[in-house]
């Protein structure tokens, strides 16, 4: 027998709107949105939450995840035991929900066995998109070995938990193949240094258009895309003339470049927090002075991306890019470290609609309308008016109640006193 549940007296943020849909009921049955009105829809046995005028809003969506980063050091993480990374990303994942995010993605070392965890119940956490193992050329971003480190046989190549090595468009093709063979919704490459590698500089460019465009070709005979790690205006714009579908990070995008990733209806995710951390806390986190060199100035090019991006129209995402247990709370915080650029209601639409389009499931996720997955948000304030209440769930934990009240059906509170949670 079908489950009914109604909620009433909500205020909704559907997604996509400007302004929020007041008094409005929604009818959710078997974990899908079956209606969305205002008269109050009565069904016998339904389960009824009264949401007492609260801003009802699709749950968020983190398009740049990491399950598999424990500790700072990735290093350290991508030479994990996989039973040890994956205990970790138990504990990752289950905080990442509470914090009202119902759906990641997760840009290196995701794998199936966490995705079948996830849906067989096993372990609590977000719809789980994947890419598996990101693909690095030798001595670029993914390749987490030292300088000076020996290689015992110069014929094997690195693979670690979260990334491998693929050189050459015949490698490339192998390493995207076997990846979509293991299931990954999504391909990631590194196509530019970055800040916590041990050997290349930022700026450095990565793969050849060849075997970016390889990648492509490759994930798209699966209907799949690519993502990429990406610090660099010329990194980006080779992505997007090779068919990448989503800029990670995108440092230092131009107008120009902008103005090309709207025509091919690409994405930028710009992934404002770990740069912010690194500004507030790098110089007591045991990160190596390398590494804060290369972090230097990049949150102002980031920003000055994400203006260009907006002049130029171009659909920004949201991703938050953490690692580190003590770190990961920080996730919420996102939404408001882009106010600095964006306006409240462009943020929320990144973080719900904008992101499940990207992520190619438009329509069933970031909405609230009929058809669309019931992943939803009971909020105790506006979002439209203040992001801080995102924020906030990092600070008191104690006010948050997480209730998973059917398969497939994510109903969360944030920031509910404890007299409403009773009722509820
Ligand atoms: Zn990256
Ligand atoms: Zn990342």
């Not at 709107?17 to 007041?22: G, I």
């Not at 041990?198 to 994930?219: C, K």
């Not at 714009?237 to 107008?255: A, D, K, Y």
């Amino acid at each position: 027998m079908s489950q009914v549940t109604i909620l009433k007296n909500a205020h909704i943020f559907d997604g996509l709107s400007d302004e929020l849909m007041e008094n409005f009921s929604v009818v959710v049955e078997d974990g899908i949105i079956r209606e969305v009105s205002q008269t109050s829809t009565n069904v016998d046995s339904a389960h009824i939450v009264d949401c007492q005028n609260r801003v009802l809003m699709p749950g968020l969506i983190d398009a740049h995840f990491h399950a598999y980063t424990p500790s700072f050091d990735i290093l350290a993480n991508d030479r994990m035991p996989p039973a040890l990374l994956a205990s970790h990303a138990a504990k990752i994942l289950e905080g990442t929900l509470r914090r009202g995010f119902t759906t990641v993605r997760d840009a290196a070392g995701g794998d199936i066995g966490l995705w079948r965890a996830l849906e067989a119940g096993l372990i609590s956490g977000p719809r789980f998109y994947y890419a598996g193992k990101a693909i690095s050329q030798t001595g670029g971003h993914g390749d987490m070995r030292l300088a000076d480190e020996v290689e015992i046989c110069a014929c094997t190549s690195y693979s670690g938990s979260l990334t491998q090595i693929a050189d050459g468009p015949d490698e490339m093709r192998k390493a995207v193949r076997e990846e979509l063979r293991k299931g990954a919704h999504q391909i990631k490459l590194m196509v530019s240094g970055g800040v916590f590698s041990p050997t290349d500089p930022i700026w450095m460019p990565q793969f050849t258009d060849e075997e970016i465009s390889t990648a492509v070709y490759e994930a798209s005979t699966r209907k799949k895309y690519v993502m990429v790690h990406c610090h660099t205006d010329d990194a980006a714009r080779r992505s997007i003339l090779n068919g990448v579908r989503s800029i990670e990070h995108g440092t230092e995008i131009s107008e120009d470049t902008a103005r090309l990733i709207r025509e091919k209806e690409a994405f930028v995710v710009p992934t404002l927090s770990p740069i912010d951390l690194l500004n507030d806390r790098g110089q007591d986190m045991k990160v190596s002075k390398t590494s804060l060199e290369k972090s230097e100035g990049v949150m102002d090019k980031m920003l000055y991306s994400i203006e260009n991006c907006i002049r130029e129209g171009v659909s920004l995402g949201l991703g938050t890019d953490l690692l580190e247990h003590e770190f990961h709370p920080r996730q919420g915080a996102e939404l408001e470290l882009r106010r600095q650029v964006n306006s409240e209601i462009e943020i929320l639409r990144s973080a719900t609609s904008i992101n499940a389009k990207l992520l190619q499931m438009e329509g069933k996720l970031g909405c609230i309308k009929p058809d669309a997955f019931a992943d939803l948000l009971v909020l105790d304030g506006n979002p439209l008016l203040d992001l801080s209440l995102f924020k906030d769930q990092q600070t008191k934990p104690q006010k948050l109640f997480f209730s998973l009240v059917y398969l497939l059906f994510f109903l969360i509170y944030l920031k509910i006193p404890e007299t409403i949670q009773r009722l509820l």
